[in-house]
Each structure stands twice: as structure tokens, then as C-alpha cells.
């Protein structure tokens, strides 16, 4: 992982409109925030390159095909480093994070229906080298989902 972005306060707003609508022209943020079409192209993709954003559909997994969605707390013995890296290259795992608590790592799958679940979670996930656990947390529904948090 490369060092932080500092970001200035015209760059957070750029982001901030994006945030809000992704599809936004850049001729629409420069008249918001005051700079020409050009630079806000230019900063976009400084943000882009640098990885501090990313400008994509979320889609809503059940009107797609995905059926059934978990999180999947998982407890490891030693390095948590390979587990994680494991998880993360699975396609049909959207989010990992390693925690403090009760799971060492949480990870959120996305899968067509409980058949797939059951077959990531005993062929692929629970024979990790180094897992020890999983609790799988099923998702009944999606109350909240949203990207516009702003920046700080």
C-alpha cells in the first residue's frame, strides 16, 4: 500500500460531487467548484491513479442474480496476512478487512444462491491454510448501502 494522498479542499470536493453522482460530467464540477473542464479531468485521474477513488456502478446484487449475501467472520491461527490475501483474489468475495475482536478477518461474499455459499464457505474458505473458524452471518436484507460519506 503506498503512503496517503494529501488531499486539498478542492480535490475533496471534487470527490464529494462524484461521490454524490458518479456520472457527472466534468464541464457540471468545474462550474460547481470553480475550476476549468481540464483540470478537474486532470485531478480525476490523479485520484484515479493514485487509487484514492474509484468510479463505479453499485448494483443491486438481487437484480442481477445474486441471491444470497454473507458476511463471514473468520478466525485464523498465526499469520493472518495469507488469509487475507486468499480471500480477497475470491470472485465472490466483495470486501475484507482485517479486525480486532472477535474474528480476526471479515469477509463479505456475493453469491448466486445458497448452493454457491455453502460450496465457497466448506471447499475454499474453511480449508484456508490457517483457518481455524468461520461464523457466517447471512443476509435477511439490505437496509443501508450508500458511498456518499464525504471527505475529512
Known amino acids: 500500500m503506498s503512503a496517503p494522498v494529501q488531499l486539498d479542499a478542492m480535490s475533496k470536493q471534487i470527490i464529494e460531487h462524484l461521490q454524490e453522482d458518479g456520472r457527472q460530467s466534468y464541464a457540471t464540477i468545474a462550474r460547481a467548484v470553480g475550476l476549468s473542464e481540464a483540470a478537474v479531468r486532470q485531478r480525476v485521474q490523479r485520484l484515479l491513479d493514485a487509487e484514492v477513488m474509484q468510479i463505479v456502478a453499485v448494483t443491486d446484487p438481487l437484480q442481477v442474480g445474486f441471491h444470497r449475501q454473507a458476511m463471514i467472520g473468520i478466525s485464523v491461527d498465526g499469520d493472518l496476512r495469507p488469509v487475507g490475501d486468499a480471500l480477497a483474489a475470491m470472485s465472490e468475495v466483495s470486501y475484507v478487512v482485517t479486525t480486532a475482536g472477535s474474528f ?13 455459499l455453502l460450496a465457497l464457505l466448506t471447499g475454499r474458505i474453511r480449508t484456508l491454510p490457517g483457518v481455524r473458524s468461520t461464523e457466517t452471518f447471512v443476509y435477511l436484507k439490505l437496509n443501508k448501502q450508500h458511498y456518499n460519506w464525504g471527505t475529512r
Open 104 to 116: 480476526d478477518l471479515l469477509a463479505e461474499i456475493v453469491c448466486e444462491d445458497d448452493d454457491e
